[in-house]
């Protein structure tokens, strides 16, 4: 698998700006996770964390469905990997886990949320609320909460890929 990653078109509108540095970000932690075994992938940043590359696509599968299914959407989907006893278990990988099942499930929610996205305006809000019942949302903040949020962990990202093989770069 290659991953291809462009940047949105300078003159884009806001809704292609904004789905389009979504995209861009989703592709950059595909592409720092490409090439590498599934023990890689389950390889932890810095004891005494538990964050593994694998562990970032779980958790990037939840908050795709979070965001995109349960509050856009007001749809009934239940965590994927987590669960009151173990509420970060995206993060706690065990052998059974693979890179095949995380990346399909990671963009299975993906096209989940393009669907789910494309029935709403920018200003439109949310059909339901956030876990801590805060809302509604419009998808406007919705996407740029996504973007913030794959920001943020590409950054994790890098810092765990460079710890792996010493690759380093966008």
């Known amino acids: 698998m290659t991953t291809e990653r462009r940047e949105p078109a300078l003159n884009a509108d806001e809704r292609a700006m904004l789905e389009g540095w979504l995209d861009y970000h989703r592709r950059t932690l595909a592409l720092k996770c490409e090439g590498l075994t599934d ?3 389950r390889t932890a940043s810095v004891r005494p964390s538990e964050l593994s590359l694998m562990g970032l696509v779980r958790h990037m599968a939840e908050v795709e469905r979070s965001w995109f299914r349960r509050v856009l959407a007001a749809e009934d ?5 987590y669960d009151e006893a173990d509420p ?3 993060f706690h990988l065990t052998e059974a886990d693979t890179w095949q099942e995380a990346y399909a499930t990671w963009q299975a929610e993906i096209d989940a949320a393009r669907r789910n996205a494309a029935g709403f305006a920018l200003d439109d809000l949310s059909k339901g609320l956030n876990r801590a019942g805060d809302g509604p949302f419009s998808l406007r903040w919705i996407y740029t909460h996504m973007i913030e949020e794959y920001a943020r962990h590409n950054g994790h990202a890098d810092l ?3 710890r792996i093989d010493g690759a380093t770069g966008e």
């Open 39 to 41: 023990d890689q992938l």
């Open 77 to 81: 989907a239940g965590p994927i990997h």
């Open 88 to 90: 970060d278990g995206e």
């Open 160 to 162: 765990i890929r460079e």
